[in-house]
């Protein structure tokens, strides 16, 4: 062991702000030699709508991976949560915030449902969640055909369109959700815990940690963030929607953006930063291959590439460490 | 016998517990006193770690009471215990690896100032603590991940001392501790004595135990055989308590010479990124001994040999004819097997049966699926000649002791009928019954023609069971020594202090 590796623990920039530096130049020359402009006003307002949508979702399934669980209930979530703020706001300004409250309380408790499952039930979370999302959907799928309900016009005109410049105030809402949750995690006994747990299940118990307490939270604010996105998108469209969150992706994009980002897997290692950086990637890609026009399902191949080879960087990563 | 303190900090009374009607404790007495490190030793199975566990909250005793700190204490739980003042250092240290040391310190009671954590107080009162024990060179805000083995123990040490513990329960500190990192834990040990923390001690190892403790407690098959004052006892004393046999029968006959047979294996030259010219020859018959320091390379020699990190330069030849082993699977084709040194990790498949276990090399390498009766009978037949001691061939193999895994794992390796042994420190970790029936069979094999290579950081062990010793320093070879040698010439060459011994 060298002086050298004793340096304190920083954690140095997540790889994944390099691959969207890389990402935004590369496709900046690209798109710029196809004769377009990725920089112009509508396409970064779009950039970042996507991302926020996406960020929502993606901070807060970071939180359940980095306790070492997971969620896959989260696109039902955001259906659920679309068509429960749009159908209780019913297009009236006065009944947008307890709508959006109810909705963000049907959420929690899916989380809640969520959590004591994995915990206190003690059933893999993989299962657990799908189980959980399937239930959402039989409910989604038997009533309902199409969009329903309508958003308060005031939501559609702040959440939904108000820009600061080009930055829309969704995006703003998930540096503010973001931010939350890094502080929680880097300044809180939550956080502390949440990542002790993830990191070894056992040594937080005999270090006193109430572990089933800390991931049933962390399963709860999981929710909420997934809620918190269906409401973004009930004013976006205006309606609630039944398959937005499906459609979307936003189970497997979400955890996708979480592991571009460095979380582990695994849980213990990580942290919201990287996942907005993950989230960030993503929503470049898109933004490259829109400009481009580029096929949807060569688009797609590109993605799994694009995270397989993350994933394999970081496992490579990983193995210099413990060879060291 | 021993006196007990006057006014002990721990006192078990009578403490009895049973497993699915097995009693593995049975009226259990034992004292410690405040600044007292109390050792406690037995074989695998004695009942030591369920008396730790008992100690420490993991569980509640069926008979007994147990007094700490004057009171009669039921613990509920580890947490409990903890809170009481009572902490236990693992074997398998209970670490975060991504986290830093002041967050590994500090779990689960971190600093709170207006409901946040306080990352400066929580790093400023790891640095007092590890000051206080004399680990000023420890940074608070290292990740605990890369630190060294014996830096680990120190930030589990503080962890424990972080919730003021009175009284520290040690199982095994020095397993997994090179020689040297022995020395600075004995410093450790010593100042926790003098801060009066009481030091619950078990260990296999005599010499710790002779040179820290001042009271030793024998255990066996779950009863308290005697109390010792450690000043008034002989590790021949206490192995019989143990196990009833003295030790000087410890070690088996060693090979005469006309027992060895021709040359096995022969390295020459050969080197990678951890070995350096080295020379060796490996003879049918012998038990070659392999000494030096932790990191000379004596387990890459071993691993360089099985085709896990192969040589890169230099040859091999195996009975005179050359040989590349590039692989595991090359070089278990080619006759030979490696008990690894970390068991736990590269050992065992720890939720498979013990039968699984022990076939699994088979397995690997004849893929055909004729034979596979002849092969799980000749296994089972392996099995009860190592004497394995498990409920049943399917039991999985993470319950069975640290001496009985390490026979399947003999008997895993003895199935291919392997003509070369590579043991790296075959009884770490291992009861000194379970022990020696390792070293009997290590010699059996070596008479019955095998060529065996064998690496042990236990200098008695290295000397008491090898015809020669080889000692490696910095990836080179040091020197060679006969059978015969002694501990300060092993030593001698492994730090440097000679410049060459004639073989």
Redesign the interface.
């Known amino acids: 062991?060298t002086a050298l590796?004793?340096?304190?623990?920083r954690h140095a920039v997540p790889g994944v702000f390099v691959a969207l530096a890389l990402t935004l130049v590369i496709g900046w020359l690209v798109v710029l030699l196809d004769g377009g402009q990725l920089f112009n006003q509508s396409t970064t307002v779009s950039l970042l709508h996507v991302a926020a949508g996406l960020g929502l979702v993606a901070v807060g399934q970071t939180l359940v991976i980095l306790g070492g669980s997971l969620d896959l209930s989260v696109a039902f979530v955001i259906s659920l949560s679309t068509l429960v703020a749009a159908e209780a706001m019913n297009g009236s300004d006065g009944a947008m915030l307890p709508a959006i409250g109810l909705a963000l309380a049907i959420s929690a408790a899916v989380g809640l449902l969520n959590g004591l499952l994995v915990t206190k039930a003690r059933i893999n979370a993989f299962i657990a969640t799908l189980g959980v999302g399937l239930l959402l959907k039989g409910y989604l799928d038997n009533g309902y055909d199409g969009p329903a309900g309508e958003s308060a016009p005031a939501l559609v005109r702040t959440l939904g369109y108000q820009r600061v410049g080009p930055v829309p105030l969704s995006f703003v809402l998930l540096l503010a959700v973001t931010a939350a949750a890094w502080f929680a995690l880097?300044?809180?006994?939550f956080?502390?815990?949440l990542?002790?747990v993830g990191?070894?299940p056992?040594?937080?118990?005999?270090?006193?940690?109430r572990n089933d307490r800390v991931l049933i939270t962390a399963h709860v604010l999981c929710s909420l963030c997934a809620g918190l996105a269906g409401v973004y998108l009930a004013s976006r469209l205006g309606s609630g929607a039944p398959r937005v969150g499906t459609e979307g992706l936003y189970d497997l994009e979400s955890i996708a953006a979480v592991v571009l980002g460095g979380t582990a897997l695994a849980g213990?290692?990580g942290g919201v930063l990287g996942t907005v950086g993950g989230v960030l990637l993503l929503a470049s890609i898109d933004a490259v291959f829109n400009q481009l026009e580029v096929d949807a399902f060569f688009k797609q191949v590109i993605r799994g590439v694009i995270i397989i080879a993350a994933v394999a960087v970081y496992a490579r990563r990983a193995m210099r460490?413990a060879g060291s | 016998m021993a006196d007990p303190p006057p006014a002990p900090l721990l006192a078990l009374r009578g403490i009895g517990k049973s497993f699915l009607g097995v009693r593995v404790l049975d009226g259990v007495d034992l004292d410690v006193a405040a600044g007292e490190v109390h050792a406690v030793v037995g074989e695998n199975g004695a009942g030591k770690s369920t008396l730790m566990k008992i100690v420490s909250g993991g569980y509640a005793p069926d008979e007994g009471t147990v007094e700490f700190a004057g009171r009669p204490r039921a613990f509920h739980g580890?947490?409990d215990a903890?809170r009481a003042g009572v902490g236990i250092i693992h074997q398998e240290f209970?670490?975060?690896?991504?986290?830093?040391v002041a967050?590994n310190v500090y779990?689960?009671?971190?600093p709170?100032r207006r409901?946040?954590?306080d990352?400066r107080e929580m790093l400023d009162r790891t640095r007092r603590l590890l000051a206080s024990i004399g680990e000023t060179a420890l940074?608070a805000?290292?990740?605990v991940?890369?630190?060294?083995v014996a830096q680990q123990q120190v930030v589990e040490i503080a962890?424990a001392l972080a919730l003021d513990a009175r009284l520290l329960i040690m199982d095994e500190p020095t397993a997994a501790l090179a020689d040297q990192e022995v020395e600075l834990l004995y410093g450790l040990v010593r100042r926790l004595q003098e801060r009066g923390i009481g030091l619950l001690y078990v260990s296999h190892r005599l010499t710790e135990v002779f040179d820290l403790s001042s009271r030793i407690t024998v255990l066996k098959d779950g009863r308290r055989v005697t109390t010792v004052n450690t000043a008034q006892t002989t590790a021949d004393e206490l192995v019989r308590h143990m196990v009833g046999r003295e030790l000087s029968s410890y070690y088996p006959q060693r090979a005469g010479p006309d027992d060895r047979g021709p040359v096995r294996l022969t390295v020459r030259g050969g080197g990678n990124r951890k070995l350096r010219g080295v020379d060796l020859e490996l003879r049918a018959g012998e038990v070659l001994g392999i000494g030096g320091l932790q990191g000379s390379g004596r387990s890459a020699l071993a691993r360089a040999l099985f085709g896990v990190a192969p040589f890169t330069t230099g040859d091999v030849e195996l009975d005179g004819e050359p040989v590349r082993l590039r692989s595991p699977r090359a070089a278990m084709r080619a006759g030979i097997a490696y008990v690894t040194e970390d068991r736990k990790g590269e050992g065992i498949v720890a939720r498979q049966s013990v039968l699984d276990n022990a076939l699994l090399a088979s397995r690997a390498v004849f893929a055909a699926r004729s034979g596979r009766a002849a092969r799980t009978a000749r296994v089972r037949e392996l099995l009860d000649a190592v004497e394995v001691r498990a409920a049943g061939d399917d039991q999985e193999i993470r319950f069975l002791s640290g001496g009985n895994q390490q026979k399947v794992v003999l008997a895993r390796w003895l199935a291919l009928t392997p003509r070369i042994l590579l043991f790296d420190e075959p009884t770490r970790g291992i009861d000194v019954g379970a022990k020696s029936a390792i070293h009997d069979l290590v010699r059996r094999l070596a008479t019955d023609g095998a060529a065996v290579l064998m690496i042990s950081s236990e200098l008695p062990e290295l000397l008491g069971m090898s015809d020669r010793i080889v000692v490696l320093r910095d990836g080179r070879i040091a020197g060679e020594l006969p059978a015969g040698a002694t501990e300060e010439e092993v030593v001698a060459l492994a730090v440097g202090a000679v410049r060459e011994a004639a073989a």
């Open positions: 062991m590796s004793l340096r304190p623990a880097s300044r809180t006994r956080g502390h815990h990542v002790a990191g070894d056992e040594v937080a118990r005999l270090s006193g940690v213990g290692r460490k | 580890p947490r903890q209970n670490l975060l690896p991504e986290r830093t967050e779990l689960g009671h971190e709170v409901g946040l954590v990352r940074p805000d290292s990740r991940g890369r630190l060294g962890k």
